[in-house]
């Protein structure tokens, strides 16, 4: 039981470039979320999905996309990226009771 | 519109001493209020629930609605306890959190 896994940890891209987060869990979670960190702004919800097939915004989900083909798999994909995204992103999922969310290890992501 | 407040940024105390994080809310429904933690080079993973009304590492928030408050508390710290901490808000039976943005607690030797 692997839990939340997300690739890669680190990835560095330049402005403009394309790039997906992946995401996955084994716990068979129909909840899973995408969540920015960023130092002295806590975190904020991207996106989220309540399951297989459906999506929704979060707080902050503006240069973000997202889909959910399966119980196990929620992808983030940055479609151009800027500075302003370059964060902490954490991948989450929880079996349905609020608040017990298991997180990810992150993915440190640098835009330059 | 649901906002958490946590207004400390940074916390230190000595090993020993009582600590308590503060977090204040507001949200007209019922909320639902819990406390994350996240050491060094960890993910977060959820500390306490108010729901629950448990006791962890020592722990303990007790949900003051009057004051819209869920202060998370321990009579004494240990070093160990040095972490970021996130006092989260969910709405009635929703899984999508609201954060605050997080104490960093150093408890010194």
């Known amino acids: 039981n692997a839990g939340v896994t997300q690739t890669p940890k680190f990835q560095v891209l330049k402005t403009g470039q394309s790039m997906t987060l992946q995401c996955a869990q084994d716990?068979?979670?129909?909840?899973m979320s995408w969540y920015r960190q960023d130092p002295g702004m806590g975190l904020r919800l991207i996106h989220y999905?309540?399951?297989?097939?459906?999506?929704d915004q979060g707080e902050v989900p503006n240069g973000y996309n997202v889909s959910r083909s399966t119980t196990e798999d929620f992808p983030l994909r940055l479609l151009s990226a800027a500075p302003s995204q370059t964060s902490v992103y954490f991948c989450?999922?929880?079996?349905?009771?609020?608040?017990?969310?298991?997180f990810g290890p992150g993915t440190r992501l640098t835009v330059t | 519109a649901q906002r958490v407040t946590q207004p400390e940024k940074l916390l230190s105390v000595f090993k020993g001493a009582p600590v308590e994080l503060k977090c204040n809310y507001s949200?007209?429904?019922?909320?639902?209020l819990f406390w994350y933690v996240q050491y060094s080079r960890q993910r977060l993973q959820l500390l306490l629930r108010?729901?629950s009304r448990e006791s962890i590492k020592g722990f303990t928030a007790d949900l003051n609605k009057g004051e819209t408050s869920f202060h998370l508390k321990k009579p004494f710290a240990q070093e160990e306890d040095s972490a970021m901490y996130y006092c989260?808000?969910?709405?009635?039976?929703?899984?999508?959190?609201?954060f605050g943005k997080g104490t960093k607690l150093t408890v010194n030797p």
């Open positions: 989450a999922s929880s079996y349905g009771l609020a608040g017990k969310i298991v």
């Open positions: 716990m068979n979670h129909e909840y």
């Open positions: 999905s309540v399951g297989a097939g459906i999506t």
């Open positions: 949200y007209s429904g019922s909320p639902e």
């Open positions: 108010h729901i």
């Open positions: 989260a808000l969910a709405q009635g039976g929703s899984e999508k959190l609201v």
